[in-house]
């Protein structure tokens, strides 16, 4: 099946409107620092990653959340989220793999066929609004094949040279801030389109290897689409959705959830 490279108005039935989402949680995030997986260390008292599926269950075009989870973890993950009274939605956990893509497509298998949504969402992005879930979803409802948030970039960005050992890095040039966008997620496609660019890098590195010349790996699903032709949109994005990588990120996600508690109970 060819990606298409626009967007076209498609009829989605009731059900098939009806998005999943799949949240890679395997990892060990290790940039946090030593401890538990990075999608179980705690903000305000409860898992980051319990905060990742409610953002996404409080959405009423989500009705189904996949985790992919550790494999050796994966009880202990359903019973967290269990004990976290997630059972308003149907919320699945399956073993994740060795790397983010492997758990996206052990995710993508265990939602049912006639789902032609699907988000994909950071386990370390768990204070992302359901406004713009919501976005993603009614974007890709409209006809992207897939789509992004994205924030405008406050800093102005260099491309540079890498060298070792800490050495000056040569500065080859400065891109236009007004055209660069800094990614969050969930990112939304369309199900089929999704799993086409996973089979396809599947078999790129079954035949790559490690051969000289090998395409460099992406580091998100919307770059799989865009490496083989398809064409992503992107829609606003929003400031509390980032991702929480280092320990500064951690104190920073907590004084916005200490700021919803205060004002809305959240």
Known sequence: MAIPTSPKERNLNATAAVAAAVVPAA??????????????????GVPLLVHAVRALARSRAVGLVVVAAPPEGVPEVGALLDSHGLDGKDIRVVAGGATRQESVRLGLAAIPAEVEIVLVHDAARPLVPVDVVDAVVAAVRSGADAVVPAVPLADTVKRVVPQAGGRPEPVVETPERATLRAVQTP????????????????????????????????????????????????????????????PLDLVLAEAVLARRRASDGF
């Open 27 to 44: 990892g060990r995030g290790e940039r946090l620092g030593p401890g538990a997986p990075k999608a179980l260390r705690e903000l305000g």
């Open 187 to 246: 990112q939304g496609f369309r199900r089929a389109v999704l799993c086409e660019v996973h089979e396809k890098a599947l078999a790129e590195e079954a035949s790559a290897g490690q051969a000289e010349g090998a395409l460099p790996p992406v580091t998100d699903d919307a770059g799989l689409v865009e490496r083989f032709g398809g064409q992503v949109v992107v829609v606003p994005g929003h400031e509390e959705a980032f991702k929480v990588t280092r």
